[in-house]
């Protein structure tokens, strides 16, 4: 199997120094934001910290090829870094601590493209999680600091905790009634909303979570971390991984019959 030890320590340094462009401005009463043809917004912070780990990249990786958020796709090859300089940039503009840089790594193989490198930071919230392929997933401050994460082992619907992140994405693609059914049969929910969720069912502290609509970017780092800590990782069509454009995760034991649920 090969060794990816070496992206995640790269995956550290980029992810410190995008740490460092975000926390300058959160807060900052001149922050500038736009609105995104999807009716999104993004943050000159968005932007500055995607620049900064794509000429990382550039130097570090130049035969390897990036997928961000904010500024598309460059170059091409088997191995990808995927990038969102902030995941929850609502929560960023308004103040709301619950956002992060995700950075994943992707290698083509035989079934398609595969995460084989996740790091989620979280930096206003003092927290930061990271996992590579065959390696295990963990939490910490950094690589010698870090404890590894499990999912939990909550067998029924009865006793399971779910995430999600709003009502309204469920309701547009008609399925309210599928999802709140699943609500009613859970020990209890919480709209903890973006990458959160995932981080809690890979750590054991939430057993399940799921949402309607998703970019790449938004699920890679999320999904080899929640599968390394044990779970699964798929979309709503019960594919592995992050392609199906939504995205279902879980402690193993309750997935199928999340899915099941969900797509009544």
């Known amino acids: 199997m090969p060794d990816y030890h070496d992206d995640l320590r790269l995956a550290h340094v980029l992810a410190d120094a995008a740490d460092a462009t975000t926390m300058e401005r959160f807060k900052a009463l001149d922050l500038k934001v736009e609105t995104k043809p999807d009716m999104t917004p993004v943050s000159e912070a968005d932007k500055a910290a995607e620049e900064l780990i794509r000429t990382s ?75 590579v392929q065959g390696g295990g997933a963990y939490t910490g401050r950094s690589l010698p600091q870090a404890t590894r994460m499990h999912v939990s082992r909550v067998g029924r619907f009865a006793d399971a905790s779910f995430a999600y992140s709003s009502l309204s994405g469920w309701e547009e693609r008609g399925m309210l009634g599928g999802f709140l059914d699943l609500t009613r049969s859970c020990w209890r929910t919480r709209a903890y909303g973006d990458f959160w969720p995932y981080m809690m069912v890979a750590e054991g502290s939430v057993d399940m979570c799921a949402e309607p609509e998703l970019s790449l970017w938004d699920m890679a780092a999320s999904a080899v971390i929640v599968e390394e800590a044990g779970g699964r990782f798929t979309g709503l069509d019960g594919r592995p991984g992050p392609h199906s454009g939504n995205a279902a995760a879980s402690n193993g034991l309750l997935h199928d019959e999340l899915l099941g649920r969900l797509t009544a």
């Open 57 to 131: 990249l550039r130097r570090a990786r130049p035969r390897d090829g990036v997928l961000g958020e904010e500024f598309g796709t460059e170059g091409n090859g088997p191995r990808r870094w995927i990038i969102d300089p902030i995941d929850g940039t609502k929560n960023y503009v308004r103040g709301v601590p619950v956002w992060a840089t995700l950075i994943a790594l992707t290698e083509t193989t035989e079934g398609g493209d595969r995460p084989v490198v996740g790091l989620v930071s979280a930096p206003a919230l003092h927290r930061r999680w990271w996992a």
